[in-house]
């Protein structure tokens, strides 16, 4: 076994691995990856039913509805401009409320609901999701660095 | 008062620290003893100051003085002692501080233990030490001051968030940083063997227990963190892939890497450059972390503040730090000749087949991590990337991964007869064809993929007892013989054998979480709720209060045929301070599994919602970190790295002119 074919073998070995890793790599981005929309964005796109998607907005004033004796619930996720009728079924992050940031995560049903899979709670401490805050910029609807819809 | 000096001392070990980085550089060039000598005396200098700092910032915490606007900003009288303590570091300010103490701390330990290295080497390791310390020193000063005061003073301050009022954060970042700055010691030995262009077994020996340390300290930080994201409603439960989550990972796997690379440096001398190069990438990694989580480009509850000026100031030591060593590696590790030959198939082979995987496994995570971050920096789409993208990449990798855990150990360095490990690994063949046909056969269409990962485990667990039971003999000698051959084994074995053990554990754990059960129910007093073969009776919800909390607090019976198992108090707790409330779940574990509650809204006609969950082996989860730890430290204790006899009585008789081969 000289030092050149030790080479040899380590370079085909690593050669292999990158490949089987990028093919592994190529195929999850183009399955897996996970887009980020608003409201407004997510009619803008014509993002088909069952894609799953995130979607990031405040929770409307008023929407929540609790159904089934608490175990589900639907709100609408709004923008400013458009807003969505999400549905969700488990448990919801501590900080979840009217008039806050949200981001969900899930898909749009046949009828034009959001199906929610998992509503999340990535706040700062300024309890607002960086997302949520650049997409209500986009519309126009951020105010400021402490909107008074934050603070109860 | 104190405050001042605590300022004062920060400042003051900037200085030194830059002393520290450039008069023992100059002294090593020079070969000048008394240069040199400074390197030692600066780190524990440096690390006596930055202790001062940091004990003035947590008398400020602790004795709640409002006139720092630090304390303002995350504590107030309410808060509890322990809070008031681990709030310190609750903070952007404070966990940079506790950064810089823990690397101190690390610098000063060199330079203690360090007696018996070359004066060369010592002098370079501690200059860069003394270099990282530089920066962080300066970032500090210059972006996150924590001894800034207000005048006047408000009499009271605005409280911690109170999600991070939790036990967790008393251990949870130190041992992350512990881990994370511990790997800044194996990146200065590299950049000092760089500079001195020289790596030998004995640089692999004076790095292992370093990085070993490092990296157990690491292991018990990610099992802590995982933990506490799984007893908190809503985190995602003990790993969600998370970029904040994987900033900790990277150089775990990095660091992972390391540990066995320096193996074949250390007993085979080659493979040199590729380990000093994991050196500086495990480092790399920690700083990338820190980049990550503390600028704020990822959003949770570990980016305290967002400031672009702090953002920056990471980056571009992030530049310095990576663009640096890694251009001076570029330039001089050409000259790094490896040493012994091996064939493919023998210990060294399978040490960097653990590499290779280990490293792919790395750069999928972090493309998934970085690649959204990248996108959105472009001005594209905005993108996430979760599970789904790494259950697909990094998953699979694992799997040839823990098939070799049990074939390598069984390998002889230089040449192995893979076909004869095989032979002795039929009992293991055995016991994971056993568990996957009584598996499927079990769960009948159920969760298959657990099933596997199960035989996995078995795989990786009988292997490494097969191993472990040749080496001693076990069942071939006489009880007496193989009782002499355990205790002759040396501990680095027996903490291999532990480590990986500990993974098999790990492994049966992260598997079983395809057989959880869950419930969602409203409830009110006086229900039940059957799951998983309990029975789940709800008692009342009655109100506590806390020292900065008020709480609804359920009670619970959980019984089995009959008899109780445990009651359970979950709570809700408000803070009124902050308007926020929390979830305290409840859970009950008999180490095989855990019964998880939750109390949720109260509907206002006197039925809650309870979420209750039957999760098993999950502590086993924590249970293999905490003996994948244990083993490293197992292995610490060999008497190999205890600061050899040998070395110090040849330094001893030696000349008095430090002999400084190949240069």
């Known amino acids: 076994m000289t030092r050149k074919r030790r080479r040899l073998y380590l370079l085909l070995g690593g050669l292999t691995t990158l490949g089987v890793v990028s093919a592994l790599v190529l195929s999850a981005f183009s ?38 004796g608490g175990k589900a619930i639907a709100f609408r996720v709004t923008d400013g401009k458009r807003d969505l009728e999400v549905q969700y079924r488990g448990p919801l992050p501590d900080l979840f409320r009217e008039g806050q940031g949200v981001v969900v995560e899930g ?39 402490h909107p008074a819809t934050v603070k109860q | 008062m104190i405050v001042e000096l605590g300022h004062f ?84 300010e404070g966990s940079m501080v506790l950064w810089v103490f823990i690397l101190t701390l690390f610098g000063a330990a060199v330079a203690w233990f360090g007696g018996t290295l070359p004066p060369g080497l010592r002098a370079r390791v501690l200059a860069v030490q003394g270099m990282i310390g530089s920066g962080f020193l300066l970032f500090i000063l210059l972006t996150s001051d924590p001894f800034l005061r207000q005048i006047p003073a408000p009499a009271n301050g605005d409280g911690l968030n109170p999600v991070l009022q939790d036990p967790g954060l008393a251990f949870h970042p130190p041992f992350l940083y512990l881990g994370y700055v511990g790997f800044s010691v194996a990146f200065s030995f590299a950049v000092a063997a760089l500079i001195e262009g020289r790596v030998d077994a004995a640089w692999a020996r004076w790095v292992r227990p370093w990085t070993l340390a490092a990296w157990c300290a690491l292991t018990i ?52 450059s590729w380990t000093v190069l994991l050196a500086i990438i ?22 305290f503040a967002v400031s672009p000026q702090r953002g920056m100031f990471i980056l571009l030591l992030l530049i310095v730090a990576i663009g640096g060593s890694l251009g001076l590696y570029a330039v001089r590790a050409p000259a790094l000749r490896g040493g012994g030959l091996f064939a493919p198939v023998s210990r060294e082979g399978a040490l960097v087949l653990n590499n290779l995987l280990l490293s792919c496994a790395l750069a999928t995570v972090f ?38 855990v049990a074939v390598g150990p069984l390998l002889a360095w230089k040449r192995g007869d893979l076909l004869g490990a095989l032979q002795r690994l039929w009992v293991a063949f055995a016991v994971a064809g056993v568990v996957i046909l009584g598996g499927l056969y079990a769960v009948r269409g159920g969760p298959v993929l657990s099933v596997f990962g199960f035989a996995l485990a078995a795989w990786v667990a009988t292997g490494v007892l097969v191993e472990w039971a040749d080496r001693v003999r076990l069942f ?97 707790r408000f803070f009124p301070l902050q308007q926020t409330t929390t979830s305290k779940t409840a859970i009950h574990t008999n180490f095989l599994a855990d019964f998880y509650l939750a109390l949720g809204d109260p509907d206002g006609k006197g039925a809650w919602t309870v979420r209750a969950y039957w999760k098993p082996l999950v502590p086993w989860i924590w249970i293999g970190a905490v003996m994948m730890a244990f083993g490293g430290l197992v292995s610490l204790s060999d008497r190999r790295w205890r600061v050899g006899a040998a070395t110090r009585a040849r330094a001893r008789g030696g000349a008095a002119v430090p002999v400084e081969a190949g240069e």
């Open chain 1, 31 to 68: 399955n897996d990856l996970v887009f980020f929309y608003s409201p407004s964005e997510l009619r803008a796109h014509h993002v088909p039913a069952g894609r799953y998607v995130r979607i990031g907005g405040l929770v409307e004033q008023g929407s929540v509805v609790h159904k089934d």
């Open chain 1, 107 to 145: 898909a749009l049903a046949g009828d034009g609901t959001f199906r929610a899979a998992e509503v999340l709670a990535k706040h700062d401490e300024k309890y607002m999701p960086r997302e949520v805050a650049d997409a209500l910029k986009k519309t126009g609807h951020w105010q400021g660095e």
């Open chain 2, 9 to 92: 001392a920060l400042v003051l070990a900037l200085f030194v620290s830059l002393t520290q980085s450039v008069l023992p550089l100059v002294g090593a060039a020079r070969r000048h003893p008394g240069m040199m000598a400074v390197a030692p005396a600066a780190a524990l200098a440096s690390f006596v100051l930055v202790t001062m700092a940091f004990a003035a910032l947590i008398n400020a915490h602790v004795t709640s003085d409002f006139s720092v606007i630090n304390v303002v900003e995350n504590s107030n009288t309410d808060k509890p002692l322990l809070y008031k303590i681990t709030g310190v570091w609750g903070n952007h």
């Open chain 2, 221 to 272: 930080g990610i099992a802590m963190g995982s933990w506490w994201a799984y007893y908190t409603l809503g985190w995602g439960g003990w790993w969600f892939w998370d970029p904040v989550e994987n900033a900790s990972l990277m150089p775990w796997l990095a660091g992972t890497a390391l540990l066995h690379s320096a193996i074949v440096v250390e007993k085979r001398d080659t493979l040199k």
């Open chain 2, 282 to 303: 495990t480092f790399s990694l920690s700083l990338v972390g820190t980049f990550l989580v503390r600028s704020g480009v990822l959003t949770s509850v570990h980016a």
């Open chain 2, 367 to 404: 493309l998934g991590t970085l690649y959204p971050l990248f996108l959105d920096a472009v001005g594209g789409p905005k993108v996430s990337v979760g599970y789904p993208f790494f259950d697909r990449t990094f998953v699979p990798l694992m799997v040839p991964l823990l098939l070799a």
């Open chain 2, 476 to 572: 071939r000698a006489a009880p007496g013989e193989v009782w002499r051959r355990v205790l002759n084994l040396p501990r680095a074995s027996h903490g291999m054998t532990i480590a990986h053990l500990g993974l098999a554990v790990a492994v049966t754990g992260f598997a079983a979480s395809g057989f959880q059960q869950e419930r969602i129910a409203a409830m009110r007093p006086g229900d039940n709720v059957p799951i998983a073969g309990f029975v789940l009776h709800f008692t009342d919800v009655g109100t506590d209060k806390g020292p900065n909390f008020n709480a609804d607090r359920g009670t619970f019976i959980l019984t089995r045929g009959g008899e109780t198992v445990a009651v359970l108090h979950p709570e809700r």
